[in-house]
């Protein structure tokens, strides 16, 4: 079993041990510098988004910002919910 496979299995088993299907899931980015490109963060999250649409979860709600001002960084923090299909 290659490493990559042994890693998606790991995170299957994060997202079937402990997402409800009756609750929401929050998924987090790394924290980025204040200055960082705009295009790794968009990648981040587009890596984020399509894991969990392929795991039977959509985007709930607008991405949040997580600022930290004082340390000059920041995160988007981006909400999941689980389809109907994945409801039940």
């Known amino acids: 079993m290659s490493i990559f496979s042994s890693i ?3 995170q299957d088993e994060l997202v079937s041990r402990f997402c409800n299907p009756k609750r929401l899931l929050i998924a987090e980015t790394d924290w980025y510098k204040e200055e ?3 295009d790794l963060i968009k990648k981040d999250c587009l890596g984020k988004i399509i894991f969990f649409e392929s795991r039977g979860f959509y985007l709930f709600q607008e991405p949040q910002i997580d600022h930290q001002p004082h340390l000059k960084r920041m995160r988007v923090r981006l ?10």
């Not at 909400?79 to 039940?88: C, G, I, L, Q, Y």
């Open 8 to 10: 998606q299995d790991y």
């Open 36 to 38: 960082v490109d705009i």
């Open 79 to 88: 909400v999941f919910k689980p389809s109907e299909s994945n409801a039940s």
